[in-house]
């Protein structure tokens, strides 16, 4: 379609980068702001301009050509350019480990080590009393073994890594057998029978889906078998009719054959919550307890600590993955360990890392103070003129990160709608605020759960909802 009378002067009327160039001079503007991104934004700026123009979308034409008008637009597009795209957000979700939003929150410990150990050289590989080279893994190996019980220890840079690391070293062209139930799948379409098949491993189901016996396992033993996998179905649940193989059972059947027996944890812990009053979930403890030679798990997960896969288990074994060629592709960075180190020595001390560690304070703490926060923020929001609605509700909270599927914390969340402010409308807003305000839509309120909300965001909060009542 050929441009109308109206759109070719508009198109002609649109100022060229020279001419916004010397506007921007004149006016002093951009002088601290690299030249690049101010071309760059100058251009998709007249680029919009000229797009709106033919899509018959600039309705107040041609006073958005002026000058003024588009230095508007090129200002908000320089400013978005120089904005981070990673940026703090506030977790009203009620999901605690929410994968989309980072998992778990460091501990103050973790973040002040990170921050020494990025801005500082460190012995990330030198044995000071050496005085050589060393491996970055003795950062951690010490503290893993001291808390769980191990005999060796190592660390990757996630735990899908930590999975086939060890499966391409233990059982690369041999046969893994494990029950059909367990083949799990977690966030973005990632499989176990997928990790397996890049390890090289090959994969023996068996059982059925909700119900395998010893019989299973050892009736799949074959002369190619090289190692027997327990997965724990941490980001789900079969109920009814079931039947599982204990770990205990499994590590039998593997003295018996001489195989030797892993378990993907998934999201392990060092602490036994059933003592906090929630369902139990199998600790790393427990798991090395029973005899399992290897067992991997999530550092970001329920540990509560930065993005990890952890290795702990035999000697033997965690000595043949070290020196596995792999482990250069997945190798674990300096900030990481650090921030590790620091989390772990927090669990020497169990009442201290529930209280250090913000997954384990959100997941175990009382919830007198989430009643409190709730109130609290509550009362911040009333306003005079009865613009806004607030109530307080109760609704439950997830652990999230593929962990404790059925578990339902009681939580409270307050509610909320303005007057003249579609509910949708509000939390997109909340969405643009600085920081995003990440809450959720429910029965046409806008609800935040105070279980993830920590005590020095109620004062953000606040403020982004009083700037909308103000435009309301």
Not at 157 to 182: D, F, H, P, Y
């Amino acid at each position: 379609m050929h441009p109308t009378e109206k759109q070719q002067s508009l198109l002609r009327s649109l100022p060229g980068v020279d001419h916004i160039i010397e506007q921007i001079n004149a006016r002093g503007l951009f002088k601290n702001t690299p030249k690049s991104v101010v071309m760059q934004s100058i251009r998709t700026v007249i680029d919009t301009l000229r797009r709106e123009i033919l899509d018959g979308d600039l309705h107040t034409a041609p006073e958005s050509l002026h000058d003024a008008a588009v230095l508007v637009r090129v200002t908000e597009a320089v400013a978005g350019a120089m904005a981070f795209n990673l940026v703090r957000t506030i977790n009203a979700t009620g999901v605690v480990v929410h994968t989309n939003l980072g998992r778990s929150l460091l501990a103050r410990e973790a973040a002040d080590n990170m921050l020494a150990i990025g801005c500082n050289y460190s012995n990330l590989e030198f044995d000071l009393t050496a005085g050589k080279r060393g491996s970055r893994y003795s950062n951690v190996e010490d503290i893993l073994c001291e808390i769980s019980g191990a005999e060796s220890a190592m660390v990757v840079n996630n735990n899908a890594g930590a999975v086939l690391i060890c499966l391409e070293t233990m059982a690369r062209g041999k046969q893994v057998v494990v029950s059909r139930g367990e083949l799990v799948e977690i966030g973005g379409a990632f499989r176990i029978p997928d990790v397996m098949a890049k390890s090289g491993g090959i994969l023996r189901e068996v059982g059925t889906t909700n119900r395998t016996h010893p019989r299973d396992y050892e009736n799949a033993i074959a002369q190619d078998t090289a190692l027997l996998l327990k997965v724990h179905t941490s980001n789900y649940a079969v109920v009814g009719f079931t039947a599982a193989v204990s770990l205990e059972d499994l590590v039998a059947i593997g003295g018996k054959y001489h195989l030797p027996v892993m378990e993907d944890l998934g999201s392990g812990t060092f602490i036994d919550f059933s003592r906090y009053g929630l369902m139990p979930e199998p600790t790393v403890q427990e798991s090395l307890a029973a005899g399992v030679d290897v067992v991997t798990f999530s550092g970001d997960k329920l540990l509560g600590g930065p993005q990890a896969g952890i290795i702990l288990g035999k000697k033997e074994i965690i000595d043949q993955i070290k020196k596995n060629p792999i482990t250069r592709a997945l190798r674990i960075d300096k900030l990481t360990l650090a921030a590790l180190e620091s989390t772990l020595r927090l669990y020497r001390d169990e009442e201290k890392a529930v209280q250090s560690i913000p997954t384990l304070r959100m997941l175990l703490g009382p919830f007198d103070k989430i009643e409190a926060r709730a109130a609290k923020l509550a009362k911040m929001l009333e306003h005079p003129d009865n613009k806004i609605q607030v109530e307080i509700l109760d609704r439950p909270s997830k652990a999230g990160g593929g962990s404790l599927p059925l578990l339902e914390l009681p939580s409270k969340c307050v509610a909320l709608k303005i007057e003249n402010v579609s509910t949708s409308r509000f939390e997109k807003i909340m969405r643009g605020c600085t920081p995003p305000v990440i809450g959720r839509i429910e029965d046409d309120f806008f609800i935040m759960d105070m279980r993830t909300v920590q005590d020095d965001e109620l004062e953000i909060i606040e403020s982004a909802v009083s700037d909308i009542l103000k435009k309301a």
